[in-house]
């Protein structure tokens, strides 16, 4: 069989099950497109070869012995902030360059225990800080669409992967859209779970109360059957909630009639690219057409606030979360001094890059005294009224509808000199990860030849909603089947 | 509101992060610009509001004190840059 590289999770699984394929033909298929197309695209910081071929024949004597579960023998690409047994984690940085991992991340744990096959730990802006994979300290990774082109970020790697069939599927991490903005670039699905819905053990933390584990995957099905594999509780991680977990495939049903569906006006915001605006208003009236009520005039007024609160208590919480990068445990260390503090600071200086070191400055400042009220204490009661706003919204609808990013994939270079303007990529997507709430992006349309995604927000821990309302449109569209020009 | 050099110095200080007098500069101006679109947040009344922490409300997580195994030491060690007698070894902390 050929092309088996472009299966999707079920696809492959079907075949896999009536024994059409083995694991190891499966992964060899990817492990080859991944050699021809890899050099264009740059998504992988480590690829596990060996590892991939291994996993991949206990995955076949598994499915001989009857034991088969979705993602068993189905090869993946793991973020590189997600820590991984004996398999190099870098976090995009000089920091972790030849960091190898003592332990398995929960999730990891879950994928084996369903004998999965890594082939790769994928490309991301160092430390998951940014939105175009370009913040990496190895290279910067390109779009499929257009290899002049971010693939956005920071699980930019894992985006551009799953576009580009160097995988079947991929899992990210999102701290502020960093699953779903690139998602939308790279013309994939991804899912933000809810904030503790997944567990965060071994995940190196960036954000500790905004970050999340979610799956990148070709269509809607897939991120169903990864989201039944990764949830649940886990004694390792506190913040994660002892709910029971659903079948997260039955809510895979087109029937969306009757849905109340939700615009909030200040997701379409100045500066928005006006191509985007009308791909959405034409995907928005699809799912009117599909029986979703539909409410054109919805306000969350404290939307523009996000911004800002976000960029003090993300920096604020990564500030404390990398002080433990001290040359002394793990990671680079600065040796050329018998001085403490010395070391301490060179180590620093020397294994973190620009956009790493800004935000920690960032949040230092926030949090240091005379300022902590003003800007730390002062973003953490925005966050309050910000998650009112979601609350109060989802008195009235099921589901939000917005776009995942102002703008398609932009060009490589474009916005690195400028911080700021980096930032507002992730202006739709941000207040999602202060309140906690699950959002999934999938393929909406085209503007001037790049993918467009479609943002959809739920309410705590309904991430069900979202896969039906996302299934539905999947099911009337065509966009999810569009392949990049590079594969 | 521009942050003097004096203030970014102290910041890194804080951070025990190294930087070039270069980066001073440019994270003087950097910094400086990122505030100044903080200060939307100062339009809002925020008296009376209770900070939220995090996002779902889980209080007090409680576990049984079990003994479990932990990670061998020779894995603990094992990406330490400096070791000695199963020991992370540091510089003199106090001189």
Redesign the interface.
């Known amino acids: 069989m050929d092309n088996l590289h472009q299966l999707t999770i079920h696809e492959a699984h079907k075949l896999l099950k009536d024994k059409k394929i083995s694991s190891v033909e499966l992964t060899e298929d990817v492990l080859n497109h991944i050699h021809s197309v890899e050099d264009k695209v740059h998504a992988c910081i480590t690829l596990t070869e060996e590892e991939a071929i291994r996993s991949a024949r206990t995955a076949d004597q598994a499915i001989a012995r009857g034991d088969i579960r979705p993602l068993t023998g189905v090869p993946t690409l793991i973020k590189d902030v997600i820590c991984t047994k004996g398999i190099r984690t870098t976090c995009a940085s000089k920091m972790l360059e030849n960091f190898i991992p003592p332990y398995d991340a929960s999730v990891i744990r879950r994928l084996q225990a369903d004998n999965y096959v890594i082939v790769g730990k994928a490309n991301m802006d160092e430390f998951a800080m940014g939105s175009s994979t370009e913040n990496s300290a190895f290279f910067v990774t390109h779009n499929p669409w257009d290899i002049d082109c971010v693939p956005g970020g920071s699980s930019g790697g894992s985006a551009a992967g799953v576009a580009i069939d160097e995988c079947i599927y991929a899992l990210g991490s999102d701290t502020g859209g960093s699953i779903r903005q690139p998602a939308a670039f790279c013309g994939v699905a991804g899912l933000k779970p809810t904030y503790g819905r997944v567990s965060r053990y071994g995940l190196v933390a960036f954000a500790s109360s905004l970050d999340q584990i979610g799956p990148i995957t070709k269509d809607v099905t897939d991120c169903a059957l990864v989201l039944n594999t990764i949830t649940g509780h886990d004694a390792r991680d506190a913040t994660t909630v002892p709910l029971g977990v659903p079948d997260y495939t039955r809510a895979l049903k087109a029937n969306i009639k009757g849905m109340r569906i939700g615009v909030p006006k200040e997701y379409f915001v100045e500066g928005m690219q006006a191509e985007v605006r009308s791909v959405l208003e034409v995907a928005i009236q699809k799912l009117e057409e599909l029986g979703a009520i539909v409410d054109w005039e919805v306000s969350l007024p404290y939307t523009k606030y996000g911004l800002a609160a976000y960029y003090i208590l993300a920096p604020s919480e990564a500030s404390a979360n990398l002080a433990r990068y001290d040359g002394v445990k793990y990671g680079y260390s600065y040796r050329n001094t018998n001085n403490m503090w010395e070391a301490m600071e060179k180590t620093k200086q020397n294994g973190f890059g620009a956009e790493v070191k800004r935000r920690i400055m960032l949040g230092t400042y926030a949090l240091s005294a005379g300022y902590y009220d003003a800007y730390y204490l002062k973003a953490q009661k925005v966050r309050t009224l910000i998650k009112s706003d979601f609350e109060q919204a989802f008195q009235n609808y099921d589901v939000l509808v917005t776009p995942t990013s102002p703008t398609v994939a932009f060009r490589i270079g474009e916005k690195v000199d400028d911080p700021v303007a980096m930032y507002l990529s992730d202006l739709c997507t941000l207040p999602i990860n202060i309140a906690g709430v699950p959002a999934i992006s999938i393929p909406a349309g085209f503007a001037n030849g790049l993918p467009v995604g479609m943002q959809f927000i739920s309410k705590h821990f309904d991430e069900e909603s979202l896969l039906k309302v996302s299934y539905a449109f999947e099911q009337a569209t065509d966009w999810h089947n569009q392949k990049p020009p590079l594969s | 509101m521009k942050l003097s050099a004096e203030e ?1 110095r102290h ?2 200080l ?7 007098e270069e ?1 001073v500069e440019k ?1 003087r101006n ?2 400086s ?3 100044e ?2 200060e ?3 339009q ?1 009344d ?1 008296e009376g ?8 409300a ?1 209080e007090n ?1 409680y ?1 049984l004190d079990e003994p479990s195994p932990s ?1 061998p030491v020779e ?2 060690l ?5 070791q000695e007698d199963n020991c ?1 070894k ?4 106090l001189e």
């Open positions: 970014v910041i890194a804080l951070a025990r992060l190294g930087i070039s980066e994270l950097q910094l610009h990122i505030l679109n903080m939307i947040l100062s809002l925020t509001l209770s900070p939220t922490t995090q996002s779902i889980l997580i576990r990670l894995d603990v094992s990406n330490a840059p400096n992370f540091v510089n003199a902390v």
